[in-house]
């Protein structure tokens, strides 16, 4: 006798990996905003999975600090706050600058036409405007240079630095912004090809600065969200209670 029990539709089910690929490009697109919970419950519906595998997604985008989870809140989309991106940054620099005028000392021709490579697959990502792997790939240029070094540490390090930054870069870095970082790239890697570890140190140094910088203003100069936040009202034009109660995550 054929049993009676509904089965899932293969064609639907997603693995881990690809939830959470699927999650970071919604962040990335800004079509999921800090703040937003992420119930396993539904998530299993929307890819047709268990709740196992979906935690399995939400662990991992947690180790890479682009969710969290509170006790009885559940999962939420978390945003760096300013003191946490500048301190990030800060770090950053104290420790790529360091490595970067090592590299420039030791890099091979095979490196620097890796190097050369990844700058055009960045270029493209920018062109092409996805946001989500300019946004890796960005982030995955100051990685490669510590790669460069075989230093599993201090590529883990540097890694999480640039995860913990990379963040706010999708929800704040415009296209036009993602251009300029790649093209400060391209000066940056001329530097270290022509062996001038002076000046690649001078333009990364600036170049982490000017990402910052960026990141913040364009955080800080958004009317819309400013005026919402100050009157405590919705998109929808709904007032949320008074204005001085924060956002529950």
């Known amino acids: 006798?054929?049993?009676?029990?509904?089965?899932?539709?293969?064609?639907?089910?997603?693995?881990?990996?690809?939830?959470?690929?699927?999650?970071?490009?919604?962040?990335?697109?800004?079509?999921?905003?800090?703040?937003?919970?992420?119930?396993?419950?539904?998530?299993?519906?929307?890819?047709?999975?268990?709740?196992?595998?979906?935690?399995?997604?939400?662990?991992?985008?947690?180790?890479?600090g682009f969710v969290a989870v509170r006790p009885r809140k559940g999962w939420y989309v978390i945003e760096p706050s300013d003191t946490e991106v500048a301190q990030a940054f800060a770090a950053r620099r104290l420790i790529e600058l360091t490595l970067l005028r090592e590299f420039v000392g030791v890099a091979t021709k095979a490196q620097l036409k890796t190097l050369r490579a990844h700058l055009h697959d960045q270029h493209a990502a920018v062109e092409l405007g996805d946001a989500p792997r300019r946004t890796h790939l960005l982030g995955d240029f100051h990685v490669q240079i510590a790669d460069a070094l075989g230093n599993p540490h201090l590529v883990r390090v540097v890694a999480d630095l640039v995860t913990r930054t990379n963040l706010m870069s999708m929800l704040y870095q415009s296209n036009q912004e993602a251009s300029h970082s790649a093209d400060e790239h391209d000066d940056i890697l001329r530097a270290i090809e022509a062996r001038n570890a002076d000046k690649a140190?001078?333009?990364?140094?600036?170049?982490?600065?000017?990402?910052?910088?960026?990141?913040?203003?364009?955080?800080?100069?958004?009317?819309?969200?400013?005026?919402?936040?100050?009157?405590?009202?919705?998109?929808?034009?709904?007032?949320?209670?008074?204005?001085?109660?924060?956002?529950?995550?």
């Open 1 to 64: 006798m054929a049993s009676s029990k509904p089965r899932k539709d293969p064609a639907r089910k997603a693995s881990a990996a690809s939830i959470a690929d699927s999650l970071i490009k919604a962040i990335a697109e800004q079509r999921m905003a800090p703040g937003t919970r992420l119930v396993e419950e539904e998530l299993g519906a929307a890819f047709g999975v268990s709740r196992t595998v979906v935690r399995q997604a939400l662990t991992r985008l947690a180790s890479d």
């Open 201 to 249: 140190v001078r333009l990364m140094d600036q170049h982490l600065r000017n990402v910052e910088a960026g990141l913040q203003h364009r955080k800080e100069s958004d009317p819309v969200a400013r005026l919402q936040q100050t009157l405590a009202v919705t998109p929808q034009g709904r007032t949320n209670g008074p204005a001085m109660r924060g956002r529950e995550a």
